[in-house]
T-cell receptor
Framework: DSGVTQTPKHLITATGQRVTLRCSPRSGDLSVYWYQQSLDQGLQFLIHYYNGEERAKGNILERFSAQQFPDLHSELNLSSLELGDSALYFC?????????????FGPGTRLLVL | EDQVTQSPEALRLQEGESSSLNCSYTVSGLRGLFWYRQDPGKGPEFLFTLYSAGEEKEKERLKATLTKKESFLHITAPKPEDSATYLCAVQASGANSKLTFGKGITLSVRP
């Protein structure tokens, strides 16, 4: 158990809908990262928040957005969902904001868009 | 752009048959190279971080090594419970601390 929690575990929804994925980092960690894992693309970086502020963006679609709250939990919002958004979504946390440090991953949310 | 290539894509071993997994990388200044293990439907589990060429780290039957262009994960006398996907990732120097992952190597160990 990495100490990172994610809810829900599974999510089934329809095209065009909007969903929110939630992540709680390990106790004391200030950084939260979001990754998408699909069968053909592997793990892809989406976005990084540090202590409530956006630090870096990857190939995150404009339909996707995220935020980190004062209690350090983070939410990833996916809107106007398409079939191709079906994937595993992971969050990871680390202690600081960019030094050489390990990112610890949560169990993931499996999203299925029908 | 940072790139990570892992080979082979899949590897089947007999229990006790040692082997190595390869991770080749190109990055604009390596800050760290990470190995993770991932079981089906689960999140990646951290194994090792390597920082500089020549560095080696060991944990039970696993040993990770690093050169300037690649890293190897050596598995000695594997057991069926070592079956998993092994992911390699790099973190580049600079402000962005994202990890760039390879596609992984699926290891299957037969009893």
């Amino acid at each position: 158990d990495s100490g990172v929690t994610q809810t829900p575990k599974h999510l089934i929804t329809a095209t065009g809908q909007r969903v929110t994925l939630r992540c709680s980092p390990r106790s004391g960690d200030l950084s939260v990262y979001w990754y998408q894992q699909s069968l053909d693309q592997g793990l892809q970086f989406l976005i990084h928040y540090y202590n409530g502020e956006e630090r870096a963006k990857g190939n995150i679609l404009e339909r996707f957005s995220a935020q980190q709250f004062p209690d350090l939990h983070s939410e990833l919002n996916l809107s106007s969902l398409e079939l191709g958004d079906s994937a595993l979504y992971f969050c990871a946390s680390s202690a600081a904001g960019g030094l050489i440090e390990t990112q610890y991953f949560g169990p993931g949310t499996r999203l299925l868009v029908l | 752009e940072d790139q990570v290539t892992q080979s082979p894509e899949a590897l089947r071993l007999q229990e006790g048959e040692s082997s190595s997994l390869n991770c080749s990388y190109t990055v604009s200044g390596l800050r760290g190279l990470f190995w993770y293990r991932q079981d089906p439907g689960k999140g990646p589990e951290f194994l090792f971080t390597l920082y500089s060429a020549g560095e080696e780290k060991e944990k039970e039957r696993l040993k990770a090594t690093l050169t300037k262009k690649e890293s190897f994960l050596h598995i000695t006398a594997p057991k069926p419970e070592d079956s998993a996907t092994y992911l390699c990732a790099v973190q580049a120097s600079g402000a962005n601390s994202k990890l760039t992952f390879g596609k992984g190597i699926t290891l299957s160990v037969r009893p």
